[in-house]
C-alpha cells in the first residue's frame, strides 16, 4: 500500500479520555475511532491487526476441530426465559422490541441460542463430542465502559461451545480449549497466565481466566511462587486465622470521638487492627430496583471484603447490590456509619468472615455516634445469619495450598473458559440417546476470547510500546515492512523504493511505502508511532544501492545493499509472521 493515497491519519496530541497507554498508542495511530462511549469503529491499519488476532484465533479454534458457525446478534426473549436468564441478566443487556412488541437482545453471549441450535440436530451419543464456535460482535451496556476496547459496549468475541456425553467428556474438550488458549496467546506476543476462576452469573462447576500481565489491567490475581496456585481475587479460597484461645471478657462501652476507620479506631485505643472488627453496609434490590433488604458485612478490622464471595453467599445478582445510603439505612437497621457493630443491629441480614466466630474479645462499633465496644465476642454477644469466607486473599497472606506467601499482580482478562455441565441442556431440552436409547442432557463447555480486548492488550504488554508508539509483534503488525522514501521527487530513491516494494510484495510480504510529500521526520515519527516491525530506509544511500535497515523494537540502525535489505526482511518476516516462534521463547 502506498501511503500518499491511503486512508491515513495519526494524531500529534494525547486524547484527553484515554488513559492507558493502548487506547492513547490506538488514537494517536489513527487506528481506532471513538463513535460514542464505550463504542469504537477500526481504521484501516486497526483493522487489518484485527484480523490477524481474529484468524490466529481461527486457526486453533479449527485446529481443534471446532467448526465456525455465525449466529444473529439479535437473540429472541423466549430462548433467555428458558433457560431463566431473561430476568436475571440485568442491566448490562440490550434489550430491543421488534414492531409486534417481541423482546429480543443484542446478544451479550450465545449459550441460549446455542443450544437451541444443536438440540434438534444432535439426538445420539454417536454424533458427540462436538464444538461450534462463531467470532461475532457481543453487546453489553456496561455500567463503566472505559479504557477504550477494553471494556466497551460492543465488542468482537470469540465464543466456542462444546457439546459431550459426560463430565469425562468436557473435561477433555475443556483441556482441548485450555491447550488452544494458551498458543492463541502466545502467538499474539502476550505473557498470560492462566487462572482459576470464578463461574459467576454464567453458572457451571469450573472456570479459568487468561489474563495478559499488565499493571494497567483491571484483574487482579494471586499467585505462589511455592506451589502452582494461581487464582483470580474472587476466587480465592483463604486460610482463617486460628481461633483465639483466650478468655471472653465482659464487654465495655468506650467513648471514641471521631474515630470513624478502621486505622483510626486502632490508633485511639492503642489495639492492632486485627483486634477490631470491621463493618461494611450495603443494599440489595429487587426487579423492581427498588431496595428490598440491607446487609452488614463484618471482617476482620485488617480484611478487605471480597465482594463476589458476599454475592455467592448472599445468592443475589452482581447488579442488585450495592453499598448503602447509610442514612436510610440507619433508620430502619440501627446501624451508625462509621461506628456500626454487630451488638444492636436489626432487621438486616448480618454475614461474618469464616474466622470471625474464633476471634475473641474484638472492638466493634457500639451503633451510636462516637462509640466503640469493646470484648465483642460471637456468639455470646451477637449472631450472623450466614458465615462464610468473604475476604480477600492479600499479598502476604499464607497460601491456602502451601503456606507460602502469596503474590499478587494485575492484568488484563483476555478470555475465559468455563464448565457449564448441564445448565443449560437441562432446562432446554437438549438431550441425546445412549446405546440403551436412554435420553441424557448434553454437557456443556463455553469458551471465550475478547478479540478486540486482545488487540489492546498486545499493545500494553510493556515489550510492546515505548514514549514514541507501538512496537506490534510480527505475528498481529498491520504490515511487517514499511518502507520510509526520504524523497519522492528523487527519482533514484523513487526507482529503489519501488524495486523494494514489488520484490517484497512478490514474496508475500505486506508492505507500506511511505511516498507522501512530507519531511523525514514526520516519516519517522510515524512510523514508530504506527509500530511496523521492520524499517527500511530510501535516501541518500540509494545513488550506490544502499539503504537502511532497522527493526522497531532495537535502536540500532544498519546499512545494507538493496538486495541484503530485502532478503533480510523477507527471511525475518517468514520467521515471524505465525507468532510461532513464540513457543521456542
Ligand atoms: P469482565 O469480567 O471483564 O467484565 P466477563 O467475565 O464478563 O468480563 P466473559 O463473559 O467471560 O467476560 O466474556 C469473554 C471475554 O470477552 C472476556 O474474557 C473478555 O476478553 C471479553 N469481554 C467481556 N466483556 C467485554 C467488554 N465489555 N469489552 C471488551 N471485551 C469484553
Ligand atoms: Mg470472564
Known amino acids: ?27 494517536r495511530a489513527g487506528m481506532i475511532k471513538k463513535t460514542a462511549a464505550g463504542i469504537y469503529s477500526y481504521m484501516p491499519m486497526g483493522r487489518r491487526t484485527f484480523r490477524k488476532i481474529e484468524n490466529i484465533v481461527r486457526e486453533e479454534m479449527d485446529a481443534k476441530g471446532a467448526q465456525e458457525i455465525c449466529t444473529s446478534v439479535l437473540q429472541p426473549g423466549e430462548l433467555w426465559e428458558e433457560s431463566g436468564r431473561w430476568s436475571a441478566y440485568g442491566p448490562e443487556m440490550w434489550r430491543v422490541n421488534d414492531r409486534n412488541g417481541r423482546g429480543f437482545c443484542l446478544g451479550p453471549t450465545a449459550e441460549e441460542v446455542f443450544t437451541d441450535i444443536i438440540r434438534n440436530d444432535i439426538t445420539s451419543y454417536r454424533q458427540l463430542p462436538m464444538m461450534i464456535y462463531q467470532i461475532t460482535d457481543k453487546f453489553r451496556d456496561e455500567a463503566r465502559p472505559r479504557f477504550g476496547m477494553m471494556r466497551s459496549r460492543d465488542f468482537v468475541m470469540k465464543d466456542n461451545y462444546s457439546f459431550d456425553r459426560d463430565e469425562e467428556g468436557l473435561d477433555k474438550s475443556y483441556m482441548e480449549m485450555y491447550d488452544a488458549y494458551s498458543k492463541v496467546f502466545t502467538r499474539c506476543g502476550l505473557t498470560f ?54 478468655e471472653a471478657l465482659p464487654m465495655e462501652k468506650v467513648h471514641t470521638p471521631g474515630t470513624k476507620t478502621i486505622e483510626e479506631v486502632a490508633n485511639f485505643l492503642g489495639v492492632d487492627e486485627k483486634q477490631t472488627l470491621k463493618a461494611i453496609l450495603l443494599e440489595t434490590y429487587g426487579d423492581d430496583d427498588k431496595v428490598n433488604g440491607y446487609v452488614a458485612a463484618f471482617l476482620r478490622g485488617d480484611r478487605e471484603l471480597n465482594m463476589t464471595k458476599l454475592i455467592n453467599a448472599l445468592g443475589v445478582h452482581e447488579y442488585a447490590i450495592t453499598m448503602a445510603d447509610e442514612e436510610k439505612m440507619s433508620e430502619i437497621c440501627g446501624c451508625v456509619g462509621g461506628f456500626t457493630g454487630p451488638v444492636g443491629l ?58 507460602a506467601p ?60 515505548d ?18 522514501l526520504m524523497k519522492p521527487e528523487d527519482e533514484v530513491q523513487a526507482q529503489v523504493a519501488d524495486r523494494v516494494y514489488d520484490e517484497l510484495m512478490a514474496a508475500g510480504v505486506e ?28 535516501g541518500r544511500g540509494a545513488a550506490d544501492g544502499i539503504i537502511e535497515y532497522k527493526m522497531r523494537r532495537e535502536a540500532d540502525k544498519i546499512e545494507l545493499s538493496v538486495d541484503e535489505g530485502i532478503a533480510k526482511a523477507i527471511e525475518t518476516v517468514n520467521a515471524e509472521k505465525d507468532g510461532r516462534h513464540f513457543f521456542k521463547k
Open 346 to 403: 436489626h432487621d438486616c441480614t448480618i454475614v461474618a468472615d469464616s474466622e470471625v466466630p474464633g476471634l475473641k474479645n474484638l472492638v466493634a462499633g457500639a451503633c451510636e455516634e462516637d462509640h466503640h465496644i469493646r470484648n465483642v465476642n460471637y456468639d455470646r454477644d451477637w449472631k450472623a445469619d450466614i458465615v462464610v469466607d468473604i475476604k480477600n486473599l492479600q499479598e502476604g497472606d499464607p497460601c491456602p495450598v502451601c503456606g
Open 511 to 538: 508492505v507500506i511505502l511511505d511516498d507522501r510529500k512530507e519531511r523525514p521526520g514526520v516519516k519517522f515519527k510515524d512510523s514508530e508511532l504506527i509500530g511496523i516491525p521492520i524499517r527500511i530506509t530510501v
Open 1 to 27: 500500500m502506498k501511503l500518499s493515497k491511503a486512508f491515513f491519519k495519526t494524531l500529534r496530541e494525547v486524547p484527553n479520555e484515554a488513559e492507558i497507554p493502548s487506547h492513547i498508542l490506538l488514537l
Open 193 to 246: 497466565r492462566p487462572v482459576e476462576a470464578d463461574n459467576g452469573a454464567i453458572g457451571g462447576t469450573g472456570s479459568h481466566e487468561f489474563t495478559a500481565l499488565c499493571e494497567y489491567g483491571e484483574s487482579e490475581i494471586c499467585y505462589c511462587e511455592k506451589c502452582d496456585l494461581a487464582t483470580t481475587i474472587e476466587k480465592a479460597a483463604c486460610v482463617d486465622a486460628k481461633a483465639d484461645e483466650c
Open 467 to 484: 514514549d514514541n508508539g507501538i512496537i506490534w509483534p510480527m505475528s498481529v503488525a498491520p504490515y511487517h515492512v514499511i518502507i520510509t
Open 406 to 465: 502469596i503474590k499478587h499482580a494485575r492484568g488484563v482478562e483476555v478470555g475465559q473458559i468455563f464448565k457449564l455441565g448441564t445448565k443449560y441442556s437441562e432446562p432446554m431440552g437438549a438431550t441425546y440417546k445412549d446405546e440403551n436409547q436412554k435420553d441424557h442432557p448434553i454437557v456443556m463447555g463455553c469458551y471465550g476470547i475478547g478479540i478486540s480486548r486482545t488487540f489492546q492488550a498486545i499493545i500494553d504488554m510493556p515489550e510492546n510500546h
